[in-house]
Structure formats: C-alpha cells, structure tokens
C-alpha cells in the first residue's frame, strides 16, 4: 500500500477517480433525478452524508468484525445490509429529530439505500486496504464527487430540455451520452493525481 | 463444516442485530404516538402518526381522488393543510401553483402526519367510495359516443347528486403502459340505485376513452370512484333552467332532468343542444319522453354544419346564436352548461351579456 495523505484521496475522489466519471457507479438515480440542479443538489447531498457514515461504518464492522473472525469474503452481504438498515435508521432519525434537515434531503434517503456508488466506496476502501483516514477522506470526497457530477448533468440537462433532440435519444440517451462527453472532460484531471 | 456454521451464525446474528435495532427504532423513533386530524373545523379523526396523510385519511374511509397511489407522480390528492404538516417538500413542488401554495394546498400522499393536524376537503368527499363494477351494456350513440350502463355489486349503491361525476379507472391495456382515472358525468338518474350510465366520447390518443372503445366489452368489470363535482342541480331558487350542452356534455344534464321528473319539480327547462348534422344528435326518444313528462321542458338543438339534404328545420349555428335568439328576460334564469372549455366561455360570454348574473351560471368543463 502506497502512504498516501487522506487530503490526496479526498481531492482524486472528486476529480481524478469520479465515482460516475471513472466508474460509471450509482447511475441509476444519476440518470433518474438529474433534471433539475435543486432536486440534483437534494440528492448529492444525501449520497455525501450517507457515503460519509456508511463507510465509517463499514470500516469499523469489516476490520473489528469481519477480519478477525476471517469472515472476509462476507463482506458483500454484510456491507449491502448495513447499508440498507443504516440508511433506513438515519431516516428515521433525521426525519424525527432534525425536521430542517430532512426536507432538505431526508426524502431522498431511500432513494438510495441501492445506489451501487454506496456499497462500491465501501469495497473499493477495503481493496485497496485504506486506513481509518484515507476511508474517510475517501468517502466524503466521493460524495462530493457524485454530488458534482449529477449537479453538471442537471444543469446541462435543464439546457437540453429546450432544445429538438432526435426521438431516439430523448431523456437516458443523451444522458449517458452526455455523460460519456464529460468522462473524456475528467480524464484532464487525471496528471493531478493517481490512487489505486 | 466449521467455516460453513460459523458464516451463518455470523450472517444471522449480525441481520439479528440489526432488525432488532430497526424495531427497536420503529417503536421509539418512528413512534409518533396517536395524532388528531381535524377535517373542516367539524370532524375529527384520530390516527397512528408517522404515515402519510393520504394512507391516514383512507384507513378513515375518506378518499381524495389520486390517480397514482401515493407516489406523487399525479398530483391528484391536494388538500388544503391549515395546521400542521410542516413545510412543503420538493416532491410536491411540480405539483403545486403559486396560488396554491399561499392557500396551504399540499399533497396528501407526500405530507405526512406527525403532529395534529388541521384540514379542508371539499364536505361531498365524505360521500366518495370506490366500486367494482360490471359492464352490463355498451351501446353506440353514435360513430364517436358510446353509452356505458355500469351496474354496481349486490348490497352496493351510489348516492350522487344529479350532475356529478365519477372517475373510471382506465388499466393498462396493449398501447397504454399507465393506469390513469378519467371523470365522467353520470347520465342516469339519482333514484335508480343498481346501476348508473354514462356517455362517452372517443378522443383519438385518449388513454380511459380509446380503453372503453376499443378494449371494454359487455360482462368485463371495471373500478370506478366517486362521486365528486360541485355541479349539481341548485334548487335554491326557482328560477327557469337554461340548459346548455353539445356532444357528450348530455349527461349531467340528463341525469338533471331525470331528477326533476322524478321528484316532481314544477320548473320551466330549456335545454339547448349543440352538434354539426342531425347524425350527431342522439337519445331523442328519451328527451321526447322527458318533454311530455316534465312540467315545461323543452329541447332545442343547434346544429353547426347543416346541408340540404338533411331537410332540416330546427336551428341553425352555434349554441351560441341560439341562446342569443331565445333569451329575452335575464331576470328569471338560471343556467346550467357542460361542454368543453372553450364553448363554456363563450357560452358564459352570451348568458353575461344577455344580464343572467355570474353566480347563477353553473358549468361543467371537460
């Protein structure tokens, strides 16, 4: 494992190493909820603040559980349920306790207990073996990464709905194309920065 | 053998752990305890909080019409929420004019119960009830409109003001990948019980109408909803009836006059009727029926695109030039149309202008 500085991680997840961009990861609400930059905006932040717990939590049961029982491989199924409870408890949490917070993003929540960028930060974390830091710097800059990306593509989108597409390719169509065109764009930042 | 019973102890407890934990959250939580809805300052409901208005309201027995079921994909099921409820969630924005916003209308499947709760419906929803029903005849008026006779399940009935409408499920059928509701006015009358008509126009592309055309036969069943509408026969005064309609705007106005008939109601009528060729015109041996049993009813159709060849002698022109021709005294009428937007406005335009006061002029737009 190269000692890479949690900051380093933060800023390649967000540029060099896109979540969408580099991975085509969670394109499921990407393509669904890109239509209007508000709506975008909701979402992006749910999946940060999601990511963010998530794969602190995920760090915590595979290294304080799953390691030391030699359970590795159990990862998948233990990840993807502990995704999906943690996400329906911090619902109803946050619609309990912090009413201002879930009108802002408390609606999206199970939009994305299935979103695959959730569950590949996670994986990702483990292939590459990060420490308790770089897990972190990881996910949060790959939240807003996603969050990024899917704001671009509302904007782009919201220019879109103005303009004569051929039929074929009206709504997802030109939205992988689209995202295909801003794919190429990331690949500039890639000299910045390389994690593996 | 070991690897095998300690992976599924592993994986048991750990969706133990974790199940238990989410129960342990839906009872504390998600606990919101018993709420108070209180509908137009008069009755009052108690619920289990933390659900949705919309699905709170159904487990009453009350429906607000909603096509899509709570998703917030049809924006059907707006109420008026004047206390409680909290601030209105970006799900229901698309849905919801300016206007609306300042009046507290909020979706009742989006916003959800957590406090007690204030709400307006519209009283005659009390009275809406969902059916199952059977296609008992289908029958062509004419090329384009058809007449549905719909019969209600043993022990089942409706109880509708003359002039209503219901709202007709439309499934998904090969062309329509969407289950939409579409109303139609009830052209039977209020006394019969067992069974309620309607007339149905085909608009090409039309989802419920291209349904009932071209997919619904006799014996099939279907789901109706109903009844809403605030235009019904007003019997506040006594006033002579200026009925107006064309093509399938007939029904209210049938269902109408079938109530006077058969309450009895001592009221001049005229009713004038709009279509292009005397093709157009349908159920006459009815309406001649109605002429001789009721007090003083009268039916004058209009017809728009007459040649020689129909030997027509009745009126010719819109609706319009008709009105304008037999109305001479404002001052005793009261009006009653159904037909499509723009042929209400104008018809409104004539009825104003001839003196017949704004509130005495009740419409139907479909």
Not at chain 1, 13 to 22: D, E, G, K, L, V
Not at chain 1, 115 to 128: P, T
Not at chain 2, 240 to 255: C, N, Y
């Amino acid at each position: 494992m190269i000692e890479l500085n949690p900051f380093v991680i933060f800023f390649a997840a967000i540029f060099t190493n896109n979540m969408i961009f580099s991975y085509f990861l969670g394109m499921c609400s990407f393509i669904g909820v890109s239509n209007e930059i508000p709506t975008s905006l909701g979402l992006g932040q749910a999946v940060t603040f999601v990511l963010t717990f998530t794969t602190i939590l995920n760090y915590l049961i595979y290294h304080n559980i799953l390691v030391p029982l030699g359970l590795e491989y159990l990862r998948f199924i233990v990840f993807i349920i502990s995704i999906a409870a943690f996400v329906q408890l911090l619902e109803m949490v946050v619609e309990r306790y912090f009413p201002n917070l879930y009108y802002a993003l408390g609606i999206f929540l199970p939009l994305i207990t299935v979103n695959c960028a959730i569950l590949g930060v996670s994986l990702f974390m483990v292939i590459r073996d990060y420490t308790f830091l770089q897990s972190l710097g990881f996910g949060v800059g790959s939240g807003i990464g996603w969050t990024l990306a899917i704001v671009a593509m509302a904007g782009a989108r919201q220019r879109i709905k103005r303009t004569k597409l051929p039929k074929g390719l009206e709504g997802p169509g030109i939205t992988l194309i689209i995202t295909g065109l801003m794919a190429l764009a990331f690949i500039g930042f890639s000299g910045i920065v390389q994690i593996q | 053998m070991e690897t095998i019973l300690i992976t599924t102890a592993t994986v048991t407890a750990f969706t133990g752990v974790l199940a238990f934990l989410l129960t342990l959250a839906d009872r504390t939580i998600g606990n919101y305890g018993e709420m108070q809805i209180t509908i137009n300052d008069d009755k009052e409901y108690i619920v289990e909080g933390g659900d949705t208005l919309l699905a709170s309201l159904i487990s009453e027995q009350i429906f607000i019409p909603s096509a899509c079921g709570g998703k917030g994909t049809c924006g059907y099921c707006k109420v008026k929420v004047l206390e409680g409820g909290g601030p209105v969630l970006p799900t229901e924005l698309p849905w919801i004019t300016e206007d609306e916003l300042e009046d507290n209308v909020r979706l009742s499947c989006q916003c959800k119960v957590k406090e007690d709760m204030k709400i307006e419906i519209p009283e005659e929803l009390f009275n809406v009830r969902e059916y199952q029903m059977t296609v008992e005849s289908i029958e062509d008026m004419t090329p384009e409109i058809k007449k549905l006779r719909l019969r209600f399940k043993e022990g089942e009935e409706i109880d509708f003001k003359p002039g209503q409408y219901i709202q007709l499920k439309a499934p998904i059928y090969e062309g329509n990948d969407e289950e939409v509701y579409r109303a139609y006015s009830i052209a039977s009358p209020p006394a019969v019980k067992d069974y309620i008509d309607l007339i149905i126009g085909y608009v090409p592309g039309g989802k419920a109408t291209t349904y009932v055309h071209k997919f619904l036969k006799e014996g099939d069943t279907v789901d109706i909803n109903g009844p809403y509408g605030d235009f019904y026969y007003q019997d506040k005064y006594d006033n002579e009836m200026v009925m107006v309609a064309v093509g399938t705007g007939i029904a209210p106005i049938l269902s109408i006059l079938y109530y006077m008939r058969d309450n009895d109601i001592k009221r001049k009528a005229r009713f004038y009727f709009g279509a292009k060729t005397p093709e157009d015109l349908f159920l006459l041996d009815e309406i001649e029926k109605l002429e001789k049993d009721l007090y003083d009813f009268e039916f004058i159709p209009t017809l728009s695109r007459v040649l020689d060849e129909h030997n027509w002698t009745g009126e010719r022109g819109r609706v319009n030039v008709s009105l304008d021709k037999h109305i001479k005294t404002p001052e005793d009428k009261e009006a009653y149309l159904c037909g499509s937007p723009g042929m209400i406005d104008s018809v409104i335009e004539v009825l104003t202008e001839k003196g017949i006061l704004e509130e005495l002029i009740f419409y139907d737009k479909f």
